[in-house]
């Protein structure tokens, strides 16, 4: 399933285009990782399965230069030697992105993007957060310790994901 960006138009407006820096290949991670890794990054994984990667502040968006995407959120990188030539995992690794809204199903796609990069992962979101739109007041919540309450009205959120038509 891929998500369209379903956030702040003034916000995607402002963001600019990317792209977010693809990695295609662990060569490519590599390259990309001697500078960048020891920071937190926005990400994506584009509708073609490939890993778009941003500066933390970054506004998913501007990584995905608007695009349809199969997952978004922020991801860290760690060297398990750093400063050789070991390996890579990801450290810590979430679908946060209030702009997409994935769901927590869209780990397969965020493995499968960061396995093609020889990275190793932690089998699932070390953060995963659900999303629903408010039917009342329209507003976009984070559903949080399992309370699906609006938190600007108050009104009970719909339990299944329901940002797909906005």
């Known amino acids: ?6 956030g702040d138009a003034s916000i995607a407006a402002a963001a600019g285009t990317g792209p977010g820096r693809a990695l295609r290949s662990p060569a490519q991670f590599r390259e990309w ?5 020891a920071e937190p990054c926005t990400y994506v994984v584009a509708a073609d399965g490939v890993l778009l990667v941003a500066p933390r502040h970054t506004e998913h968006v501007a990584c995905a230069s608007g695009r349809e995407v199969l997952a978004a959120g922020e991801i860290t990188f760690a060297a398990d030697d750093p400063g050789g030539d070991g390996d890579w995992r990801v450290e810590e690794v979430s679908n946060q992105s209030t702009g997409y809204c994935p769901e927590p199903s869209c780990w397969p796609v965020v493995a499968a993007a960061v396995e093609r990069l020889g990275v190793r992962h932690p089998g699932g979101f070390t953060a995963a957060f659900e999303f629903r739109r408010c039917g009342e007041c329209g507003s976009l919540s984070v559903v949080k310790e399992n309370d699906f309450t609006c938190a600007v009205c108050e009104s009970p959120l719909p339990a299944e994901w329901n940002l797909a038509d906005r």
């Open 1 to 6: 399933m891929g998500y369209r960006y379903v």
């Open 33 to 37: 990782a001697t500078d960048n890794a």
